[in-house]
């Protein structure tokens, strides 16, 4: 399966066991062989709207579950996340004069990360501590 996410294409495969999807960046592929001796199989089970409901991007640490994610945005940037949602799932948990505190239910992963650390100071993670723990967390 091909995928975009942020201007940038994926390709997504079952691995030779047939059980893991594996996520390749497109831009990083240098060359592609055709193994002649190995058919093409599909992946009977993978299907896509439930792989990629409960994450942000394109990759999914698989045997996670979903977890729920606080952060507090400031008076900044809160408004800009609530007229462009992290995830489909967010939802305002509550309104102060400090800012908007957010909810999203969400398998953490890499691009999850950058989303949030990319609203730098205007953005604080309240819970699960275990990730961003040693940056902005409270």
Not at 56 to 72: A, H, K, Y
């Amino acid at each position: 399966m091909l995928k975009e996410y942020r201007n940038r294409w994926f390709l997504l495969a079952m691995n030779r066991k047939g059980k893991e999807i594996a996520t390749f960046a497109l831009d990083r592929m240098q060359a592609v062989t055709v193994l002649p001796d190995e058919p093409y199989r599909l992946h009977r089970s993978f299907h896509p709207q439930d792989y990629f409901k409960d994450i942000v991007g394109v990759t999914r640490n698989i045997g996670d579950s979903p977890v729920e994610i606080l952060f507090l945005a400031n008076t900044v940037q809160a408004p800009y996340i609530q007229t462009k949602p992290i995830h489909p799932s967010q939802t305002i948990v509550e309104q102060t004069s400090a800012g908007t505190t957010f909810c999203i239910t969400v398998i953490p992963n890499f691009e999850l990360e950058r989303e949030l650390i990319g609203f730098g100071e205007g953005l604080t993670v309240l819970a699960p501590r275990f990730l961003f723990s040693g940056s902005n967390a409270k």
